[in-house]
Every structure is written in C-alpha cells, then in structure tokens.
C-alpha cells in the first residue's frame, strides 16, 4: 500500500475557520461522492491544524492535511487523472487551496512502532 500526503495551504482570502469548515463538510463530501474514489481510495483522513505552535518551533506553516490510503500507485493516479476529479474537485480546490504552496508527499509506511 501507498499513502499520498497532501499538507494543505488555504486560499489566503479566507480565513483559517472558514478554511476547515469547507475542507470538512463541502470538499470531503464532494471527494467522497466519486464513483472513481469510492473504488480507490482505500481510507482517508483529513487532518486539521490547531493554532498552536511548539515552543522553539517555527509557526505552523500549513492549515490542514489530507492522508489518502490506495493499493498502488496505479490506483492513486486512477482517481487524480479521472474526468470526474478534474471536472468536480480541481475547481472546488483552486477556490479554498493555495495549490502552488501545497506539498505533497508519497510514500510507503513502515511501522516501527
């Protein structure tokens, strides 16, 4: 199994609260109602970030997370090429996402603990 980590920067014109409620009950609702994720997507989490910063740590930097479980890396590239993602869910990211300060990481988990 791989895991995509998508370490989310909102649309500066909006606020960090308006930024989770939209990430929680609009995008996650939108993104789960796809035929193509509802065959891919083996689990996924969204992670939101608290205003809290870690004494001796920079300031937190991004607004939220998101963590999307897939068999393969076929699957993964199956849901973000499908017409249905590029169609529905792109437009809806470019209005509450900074895409261009957004990070991602792929990977493949190794627990040690």
């Known amino acids: 199994m791989i895991k995509l980590t998508i370490l989310l920067k909102r649309n500066p014109q909006q606020s ?7 990430y929680k009950n609009e995008h996650a609702r939108l993104f789960s109602s796809l035929p193509v994720v509802q065959n891919e997507v083996l ?4 992670f939101h970030a ?3 910063a870690m ?17 393969d890396a076929q699957a993964m590239f199956r849901v973000f090429t499908s017409d ?3 169609k ?13 300060e957004c990070s991602v990481l792929i990977s ?3 627990r040690i603990i």
């Open 16 to 22: 960090h609260e308006d930024f989770l409620w939209f």
């Open 43 to 46: 689990q996924y989490d969204q």
């Open 50 to 52: 608290l205003p809290v």
């Open 55 to 71: 004494p001796g740590l920079p300031e937190p930097s991004f607004d939220g997370t998101a963590e999307l479980w897939f068999r």
């Open 84 to 86: 249905e993602y590029i």
């Open 88 to 100: 529905m869910i792109r437009p809806s990211e470019k209005q509450f996402l900074q895409l261009s």
């Open 108 to 110: 493949v988990h190794h």
